[in-house]
């Protein structure tokens, strides 16, 4: 796949179950419809679950 924007050859990576296009020369990212969405809801859940464990206080036994 090329970039739309300079033709450069476009990286697929996968975020949490997302695929993200990335080009190789401009750098810019390429999401499908939903898929910002998917990514912000899931790095939201992300982090809540730190703010969770961090604010757990650790019990020593």
């Known amino acids: 796949m090329q970039c739309p924007k300079c033709r450069a050859p ?3 990576y996968n ?3 997302v695929q993200i ?3 190789s ?4 990212i390429f999401l499908d419809y939903g898929e910002l969405e998917s990514l912000t809801r899931l ?3 992300w982090s809540q679950l730190s703010l969770i ?3 757990e206080p ?3 036994a």
């Not at 020369?25 to 810019?28: A, M, Q, Y």
């Open 10 to 12: 476009m990286h697929t």
């Open 25 to 28: 020369g401009c750098r810019g």
């Open 53 to 55: 464990n961090i604010s």
């Open 58 to 60: 650790t019990r020593l």
């Open 43 to 45: 790095e939201a859940q």
């Open 15 to 17: 975020r949490n179950g």
């Open 21 to 23: 296009e990335q080009c």
